[in-house]
């Protein structure tokens, strides 16, 4: 039987596709309970894989991964004590990468997935860098600049707006966080 997942697989697979994301259909074709999961859905997971990193390393588990052509160029997740740097931002860490590798601080044809909905410092950065697209989780409504305490569609004159696509593996991206405060709170009694 994972004979034949795996050779389904196999024939899913696409030339210069992203070797982790070819991995995960693997895995996911072999799970078969994650056989008909999204693009979006294989990305955000790989988001996840972030988190858990951020989360390691006892720091809020965000994470973030950049995405043009359908390959991963950069990831990176919540460093912000770690670096002592309020804008070590999972989105920001990844953009400064995907800016690097690209030699270019315009991400045009970028896609973002992030676990949380991002702040308005990141969609400040995410609106400078020109995504194309921003896919993210859980919502954060606190902070989110979205669709919880900000609408950025809402801000007026810019030159353009990102796609938006939320609710992404949003049980899964909430609940790592809410883990981590639980955790948390455990360690403080
Ligand atoms: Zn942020």
Redesign the pocket.
């Known amino acids: 039987m994972y004979y034949n997942y795996f050779a389904v697989a196999m024939v899913n697979y696409e030339p210069g596709q992203d070797r982790n994301v070819a991995a995960l259909n693997i895995l996911a074709m072999c799970g078969g309970f994650l056989l008909f999961m999204t693009r979006e859905e294989k990305y955000m997971l790989l988001a996840i894989k972030e988190a858990e990193k951020a989360s390691f390393k006892d720091e809020v588990p965000i994470g973030c991964v950049i995405v043009k052509e359908d390959k991963v160029i950069a990831r990176g997740y919540n460093q912000r004590e770690i670096k002592n740097d309020v804008t070590s ?1 999972a ?2 860490e990844a953009i400064r990468k995907a800016n690097k590798k690209l030699n270019s601080w315009r991400l045009v044809d970028c896609e973002i997935y992030v676990t949380i909905e ?2 308005l ?2 969609m400040g950065a995410i609106y400078q860098a020109h995504f194309k697209k921003v896919i993210y989780g859980a919502s954060d409504p606190k902070g989110g600049a979205i669709s919880s305490s900000i609408s950025f569609k809402d801000i007026k004159n810019l030159n353009h707006y990102p796609e938006i696509q939320g609710g992404v593996l949003e049980d899964k991206c909430s609940s790592i966080i809410k883990e981590y405060f639980a955790n948390k709170r455990k360690k403080k009694l």
């Open positions: 931002h989105e920001i991002p702040c410092m990141c």
